[in-house]
């Protein structure tokens, strides 16, 4: 995860759940130009109530960014950049996505980014877990061989014990409803009546929970990439989903890589490639290879796993998987592992857990994620059965402060869905239970594509001319697409 290493000197405005009045008092100063950021980004920190609903209970900071729309006369008002995760930073999205949106956005709109609370600049938050259970492979609960699942019932009782210890009151005020209150916060200090919002990947969520909970301030909604809303799982829903979405995704790579199967020797035909995937996995189950420099430093079943699920994103992840799959089977060195640093892991790690913890309540019982395991692995190889698996959460140290938001179809009309029919982490059969708990408040493009985003992302002209469309004008279409 990349993380913004500096702020400039903003002032910090205090805001409470009451209006405020428009552009009150909000200085903004240069971000400055370090980490790649635009020279025309500026930040800004806010003051949110620690806890909604209770004005004397303290405070905490909301970094937030913005670059304004060079043409003044022709803008509409802002575009909030909700980012994903959960517990993905957003303020230097401006940055990004002014290289990106076509210039007929740029014109209309304001770009706004900010960090979630607890998440990076935004009063970040850490369970203080040790290095070695920051591996990507125990982040995501991948089973042992055989679907053993002892490693990970220890895991999650030493992380949760971990954030009992050293989390604190922003940890444990972290969710989703609290994402959409801080959002409305930004829009009230931005002097907005009403909020256009772009939200990729948890984001859909969070920005489909402010369409709900603010449904009269939102203007034009886009969410990309979308999670399943069932409000009685949440994030337990969107774990499992990663099977669906891997069993969709994965004949993308097959056949890119059967197509080049003289230079990485992996079959000649997608089912072939499946099958080398499906062995060198277990093989590397029972058979870990060493891997200076990874954590840990070996390769095994789940570290290649994980490889995967990352590498079918976006095609250009497809020859390292490749590279990574030739390697372990004899033909060459490992490549270098790659990863983020502690302090972004720490912070990462501690965030998304508060969300989905928080969220929404977990089943206990290790028994029955034995079961949920076993049914998981059979049913859907790929992934070995982390999407059911056991985590954290299951030993959460608080309980849920409210119920999840049931998104619904009471609202304007005026949200618009995109999404790939090959998506591994948001599959499209989660966005269309998205689509249907809108209602008539909704349309969805779909696009026929592979990886994770899709506004922007795959170079599908019909996909991205509808969401510019809708960002400039206001139109969608009059009813769901697919752009073959």
């Known amino acids: 995860m990349n993380r913004i290493a500096f702020i400039g000197a903003a002032a910090l405005i205090s805001l409470s759940a009451t209006p405020v009045a428009a552009h009150a008092a909000t200085a903004w100063t240069s971000c400055g130009a370090t980490g790649g950021l635009d020279p025309r980004q500026e930040c800004t920190t806010l003051q949110v109530p620690l806890t909604y609903g209770k004005p004397g209970g303290g405070t905490i900071s909301l970094a937030v960014s913005r670059i304004r729309t060079a043409r003044p006369g022709l803008r509409r008002g802002v575009l ?13 999205r401006p940055s990004t996505m002014v290289k990106r949106l ?86 009230r200090a931005l002097g907005e009546e009403r909020l256009s919002y772009w ?148 912070n990462g790690a501690a965030s998304v857990a508060a969300t989905i913890c928080n969220d929404v309540e977990w089943p206990s019982s290790a028994g029955l994620h034995r079961r949920l395991v076993a049914r998981d692995r059979a049913a859907h190889p790929l992934t070995g059965g982390m999407p059911v698996n056991i ?19 009471q609202g304007p009309s005026n949200v618009l869905l995109v999404q790939n029919l090959r998506d591994p982490a948001t599959p499209y059969s989660g966005a269309l239970r998205m689509r249907e708990a809108f209602g008539s408040r909704a349309r969805m493009v779909a696009v026929d594509s592979g990886g994770h985003g899709s506004y922007l992302v795959n170079g599908n002209a019909c996909g991205d001319d509808t969401v510019t469309s809708f960002l400039v004008t206001g139109r969608r279409p009059a009813r769901d697409t697919i752009c073959r």
């Open 80 to 92: 909030l950049l909700i980012p994903g995760g959960p517990g993905s930073p957003g303020l230097s």
């Open 102 to 187: 076509p210039s007929a956005v740029l014109d209309r709109y304001d770009l706004i980014g900010f960090d979630p609370r607890g998440v990076g600049q935004s009063s970040p938050v850490s369970c203080g877990l040790a290095h070695e259970d920051l591996a990507p492979s125990r982040l995501k609960p991948y089973p042992s061989a055989g679907g053993d699942i002892s490693e990970n019932v220890a895991y999650a009782r030493r992380f949760s014990e971990a954030c009992a210890r050293n989390g604190g009151p922003v940890l444990r005020s972290i969710s989703t409803r609290n994402e959409a209150r801080d959002i409305d916060v930004i829009r």
């Open 199 to 346: 939200g990729v990947s948890y984001g859909t969520y969070a920005g489909a929970v402010y369409a709900t909970m603010f449904p009269g301030r939102t203007d034009r909604v886009i969410l990309d990439s979308n999670d399943d809303p069932d409000p009685g799982q949440v994030a337990r829903v969107w774990l499992a989903n990663y099977s669906l979405g891997v069993e969709d995704r994965f004949p993308d790579f097959a056949a890119w890589a059967a197509a080049r199967d003289d230079e990485y020797g992996l079959g000649t035909d997608a089912g072939a490639v499946r099958r080398t995937f499906l062995d060198l996995a277990e093989r590397l189950d029972h058979a870990p290879i060493a891997w200076p420099g990874a954590n840990p430093p070996r390769l095994d079943g789940a570290a290649l796993r994980e490889t995967m699920l990352n590498a079918l994103y976006s095609d250009t992840g497809f020859p390292g998987l490749a590279g990574l799959m030739r390697a372990a089977l004899g033909s060459g060195p490992l490549p270098e592992p790659s990863s983020a640093p502690d302090a972004a892991l720490q």
């Open 391 to 409: 985590g954290p959460c299951a030993y959460w140290p608080y309980r849920p402060a409210e119920a999840p938001v049931r998104v619904t179809s």
